[in-house]
């Protein structure tokens, strides 16, 4: 099983940024699509981006189209969330996940966080002022 390492939460103003990193400590993430998820309190878990190991596809939620980037780097073995102009609503915490196969689309999968079958710890993201 693939085990996932999150780090890079915090605490941030309103407007600021963070990066997070996904580092794969077993197994290679170029093999695996990737993707972030994030659950608030009381709230359910929502994909929020999703990368494919198949090409370069990628996926963002509407809430975080423009905000969000994700990336890989091979060479670290790890897949980044750069996240810009943090909103309180981003207030959450960022899971990533990992899944040998793409089943439909890199679309659908990170709209349905099951299909991702190894998850990370999660880190903590609090935008506040």
Same mark, same amino acid.
């Given at each position: ?53 198949? !090409? *370069?596809?990628? =996926? %963002? ?7 969000? &980037? ?6 670290? $073995? ?11 609503? !981003? *207030?959450?915490? =960022? %899971? ?7 089943? &439909? ?6 709209? $349905? ?12 993201? *609090?935008?506040?002022?």
């Amino acid at each position: 099983q693939v085990q996932l390492v999150e780090s890079g939460g915090g605490l941030v103003q309103p407007g600021g940024s963070l990066r997070l990193s996904c580092v794969g400590s077993t197994l290679t993430l170029d093999h695996y699509a990737i993707g972030w998820f994030r659950q608030a309190p009381g709230k359910g878990r929502e994909g929020v981006s999703c990368i494919s190991n198949i !090409d *370069t596809s990628t =996926y %963002y939620a509407d809430s975080v189209k423009g905000r969000f &980037t994700i990336s890989r780097d091979s060479a670290k $073995n790890t897949v980044y969330l750069q996240i810009n102009s943090l909103k309180p609503d !981003d *207030t959450a915490v =960022y %899971y990533c996940a990992a899944d040998p196969h793409i089943i &439909t689309t890199i679309k659908a999968m990170c709209e $349905n966080w099951p299909l991702f079958t190894s998850w990370g710890q999660g880190t903590q993201v *609090t935008v506040s002022s």
